[in-house]
């Protein structure tokens, strides 16, 4: 497993959550990583994503202001702190080896990982 997403799980509306995306060998040492969702009945949407060196950080309007993405290089990790969550945030979340621009975020076809659900209901 390359990259692996956790910190999920069920929240009330307003609450806050932080996901983890844990790199394997050094797939985290060279790669912009992206957060992607995927809720019910909706389309994948790109959510954020950081560069490499995370100089570069960009955010979906629908989470800007909320949620904050950072990077722990030496352990190999990419957090999404996400607060003040709404319920249409519940879905999939997953991370993924990106293209990422401060107005840009596409995924590549080299790593992903299997996402990890976030459900915000009361």
């Known amino acids: 497993v390359q990259l692996q997403a956790s910190g999920g799980g069920l929240v009330q509306p307003g609450g806050s959550l932080r996901l983890s995306c844990a790199g394997s060998?050094?797939?985290?040492?060279?790669?912009?990583i992206g957060w992607f969702r995927q809720g019910p009945g909706k389309e994948r949407e790109g959510v954020s994503c950081?560069?490499?060196?995370?100089?570069?950080?960009y955010y979906a309007d629908s989470v800007k202001g909320r949620f904050t993405i950072s990077r722990d290089n030496a352990k190999r990790t990419v957090y999404l702190q996400m607060n003040s969550l709404k319920p249409e945030d519940t879905a999939l979340y997953y991370c993924?080896?990106?293209?990422?621009?401060?107005?840009?975020?596409?995924?590549?076809?080299?790593?992903w990982g299997q996402g990890t659900q976030v459900t915000v209901s009361s």
């Open positions: 060998g050094s797939v985290l040492d060279y790669y912009a």
């Open positions: 950081i560069s490499h060196n995370a100089a570069t950080t």
């Open positions: 993924a080896t990106s293209f990422c621009g401060s107005d840009y975020l596409q995924q590549d076809d080299d790593y």
